[in-house]
């Protein structure tokens, strides 16, 4: 399964940017879907999820800025931030809890990321 974001870039402070993510790949179900961001110098942090039945959750930093999305028919999840703070700054990565299908047949479960996706905050 491979996940490929879009949606990144610079923005000044408060604007708003919409980060995209969509999985492709032999899947038969994706549960939770969600974004995560490692800043410079930083350790990489969740910042929200979104179950399959649509249940968020937000870490305490972006509560009531950031809002995440899906499209269950096209295996696509949705960040949209605004009031954007300098300490946004950072790369952003999708997953995705996938249950997909070998070349034999076979499900495997897995957390797939996708490759990142740089959101730059200026002041």
């Known amino acids: 399964v491979q996940l490929q974001a879009s949606g990144g870039g610079l923005v000044q402070v408060g604007g708003s940017l919409r980060l995209s993510c969509t999985a492709a790949g032999n899947i038969i179900r994706i549960d939770t879907m969600g974004w995560h961001r490692q800043a410079p110098g930083k350790q990489r942090e969740l910042v929200a999820t979104?179950?399959?039945?649509?249940?968020?959750t937000y870490a305490d930093s972006v509560k009531g800025r950031f809002t995440v999305s899906r499209d269950n028919a096209k295996n696509t999840v949705n960040l949209q931030m605004n009031s954007l703070r300098p300490e946004d700054t950072a790369v952003y990565y999708c997953?995705?809890?996938?249950?997909?299908?070998?070349?034999?047949?076979?499900?495997?479960?897995?957390?797939?990321w996708g490759q990142g996706t740089l959101v730059t905050v200026s002041s």
């Open positions: 997953t995705a809890d996938t249950i997909s299908q070998t070349s034999e047949g076979s499900p495997v479960a897995a957390r797939d």
């Open positions: 979104i179950t399959r039945s649509r249940i968020t």
